[in-house]
């Protein structure tokens, strides 16, 4: 009996430390030095300052600034802890009501805004954080931005264009927009003076939802 316990007992504990320790030790030093920015997370510096992430959606609320996508998580949204949806199906009355809700947010914010609303600023996405909108989001939002900003139509859609991304790996998805990539933009092209005034990302609450 005891002839077969060691070895395995001596297996056990290589394999333990092998697949445990030296195996995740490897794979976070060869992914550190290989691709920085994706091991760290890919954070977002503003000044200096840790403000987020491009891969974590944030809820923005403030006018002058582009709004994501909503958000189902819980507690709070954009929750990275607590991924997901809302699990509603498409003729629960529950969705048809928050939908609506958000619709009317919208338009409250830009009363002379005709264009349809896109789908993607009133429905949350399968993991409610979704850190992308699409153009026609973005494109959608430009003269409520332009407006609170006290910049033109055309000089926030040039940041918009600016700040597009192509389609993953040329064919997969749809061009988007990364709206905390686009909203530090957007703090960035304001006069100086004007600057202490605005509100910080993740200083914004969640009133698009």
């Known amino acids: 009996m005891r002839q077969l316990f060691r070895p395995a007992l001596t297996l056990f504990v290589l394999l333990s430390v092998v697949t445990g320790l030296v195996y995740p030790w490897l794979l976070a030093r060869a992914g550190g030095a290989l691709f920085p920015d994706q091991a760290q997370g890919s954070l977002v510096r503003h000044h200096g300052t840790v403000v987020g ?30 991924s997901s949806g809302s699990n509603l199906g498409p003729t629960n009355p529950a969705l048809i009501q928050a939908i609506q809700g958000r619709i009317d947010t919208l338009k ?27 153009l026609a989001g973005a494109y959608y939002q430009v003269g409520r931005v332009a407006a609170a900003r006290g910049l033109t139509a055309d000089t926030v859609r040039a940041l918009v264009e600016t700040h597009k991304e192509a389609r993953q790996w040329g064919f997969l998805g749809e061009p988007r927009v990364n709206v ?5 933009a957007l703090l960035d092209s304001l006069p100086k003076a004007s600057a202490p005034n605005v509100p910080t990302p993740l200083a914004s609450t969640d009133k698009a939802k």
């Open 180 to 184: 905390l990539a686009l909203n530090l």
């Open 53 to 82: 992430s491009l891969l974590i959606g944030q809820a923005f609320s403030d006018p002058g600034l582009f709004w994501g996508r909503p958000s189902a998580t819980a507690p709070a949204p954009y929750n990275a802890a607590a």
């Open 108 to 134: 409250a914010a830009d009363p002379s805004n005709t264009l349809p609303v896109p789908v993607d600023l009133v429905t949350a996405s399968a993991s409610g954080l979704d850190p992308h909108i699409s």
